[in-house]
């Protein structure tokens, strides 16, 4: 268990709404990301965080915005949600050192209707 | 990111081997890595095997490396309805900032 949680869990929200997951970390990891995990896509990264208030756009980073304001939290937003965005949602975290191995949250099933 | 192409599903019986496929991109890649994702769950780190190995062998995994033709395989021995999960090859890339995923391959396992 690397000490990664997520929230919520499950939820349903309406198109148009903005929504926010959260990724919660208790070990200190510098890295953190998220992903997203659709059928027939596996999963694609939307964004990561290499430091407090440090981020980067991943390969489908279009319509979401992240912020990491302190080392244990990692906050995904989507402004504006849309249908094309329902999917489950993954946090990491990421060791320092080789073989630079990546722990995942439970993760967030999101549905908008 | 880099491409890694694996095929989608497979299906064995309980007690034979499963091999499971995997092309990559990047020769340049220091490691490799299989992650296993059980049904309602996040991804774990089942095995990697560095670039410099042509195989690493863990209890009853056996990883194989062909680096000339970019090709990486998971054989697991005695496959148990336990294996039956979603495995993903995967590959760093961004100087290990990233790392690309496979689409997984779903591992059925028929009592």
């Known amino acids: 268990d690397a000490g990664i949680t997520q929230s919520p869990r499950h939820k349903v929200t309406e198109t148009g709404t903005p929504v926010t997951l959260r990724c919660h970390q208790t070990e200190n990891h510098r890295y953190m990301y998220w992903y997203r995990q659709d059928p027939g896509h596996g999963l694609r990264l939307i964004h990561y965080s290499y430091g407090v208030k440090d981020t980067d756009k991943g390969e489908v980073s279009d319509g979401y915005s992240v912020s990491r304001s302190k080392t244990e939290d990692f906050l995904l937003t989507l402004e504006s949600a849309t249908s094309s965005q329902t999917s489950v949602y993954f946090c990491a975290i990421r060791e320092l050192a080789g073989p630079y191995e990546q722990y995942f949250g439970p993760g967030t099933r999101l549905t908008v209707t | ?111």
Not at chain 2, 12 to 26: A, F, K, M, P
């Open chain 2, 1 to 111: 990111g880099e491409d890694v192409e694996q095929s989608l599903f497979l299906s064995v019986r309980e007690g034979d081997s499963s091999v499971i496929n995997c092309t990559y991109t990047d020769s340049s890649s220091t490691y490799l890595y299989w992650y296993k994702q059980e049904p309602g769950a996040g991804l774990q780190l089942l095995t990697y095997i560095f670039s410099n190995m042509d195989m690493k062998q863990d209890q009853r995994l056996t990883v194989l490396l062909n680096k000339k033709d970019k090709h990486l395989s998971l054989r697991i021995a005695d496959t148990q309805t336990g294996d039956s999960a979603i495995y993903f090859c995967a590959e760093p890339y961004g100087g290990y900032q990233k790392v690309t995923f496979g689409i997984g391959t779903k591992l059925q396992v028929i009592p």
